[in-house]
């Protein structure tokens, strides 16, 4: 009994591992959880793809001005109607639901990727 309830905890627990990244010739960290689901979790390159291509295709965005860095206000000229239109976008692409809360805080490409590449349920 002891076993299989320790088995079914494990199975869902997150360990976070932090390594310290390089860009640009300043440090950051970059934090990916890891957890026994094995490799089903989507790697950061094909997350940064899946963003942008959402991004480039909502009716109001010029595709050339969409970059990894790109805030959805500042630099494309949205709304707030429009930014949480592309979170919902997001939400549908990667199958996953972002709380209020948290929908509110993404404003931007890097911010929405951080997001869903750390997201458990990502697909």
């Known amino acids: 009994m002891a076993s299989a309830l320790r088995s079914a905890i494990l199975h869902h627990v997150r360990v976070p591992l ?3 990244l390089i860009l640009n010739g300043s440090r950051t960290t970059a934090v990916r959880s890891m957890s026994s689901h094995g490799d ?5 390159q094909e997350v940064v793809e899946r963003v942008l291509d959402v991004v480039k ?3 109001k965005v010029d595709p050339s001005k969409v970059t990894p860095d ?9 709304d707030s109607l429009d930014t949480v239109e592309i979170v919902m976008a997001l939400e549908e692409e990667f199958k996953l639901e972002i709380p209020d809360k948290e929908a509110d805080k993404i ?3 890097p911010l929405a990727i951080e997001y869903i590449y750390n997201h458990p349920m990502s697909s």
């Open 57 to 59: 295709t909502f009716p």
């Open 18 to 20: 932090s390594r310290t």
């Open 107 to 109: 404003d931007s490409c």
């Open 70 to 78: 790109v805030h959805f206000q500042k630099d494309l000229g949205l």
């Open 40 to 44: 089903d979790h989507l790697d950061k």
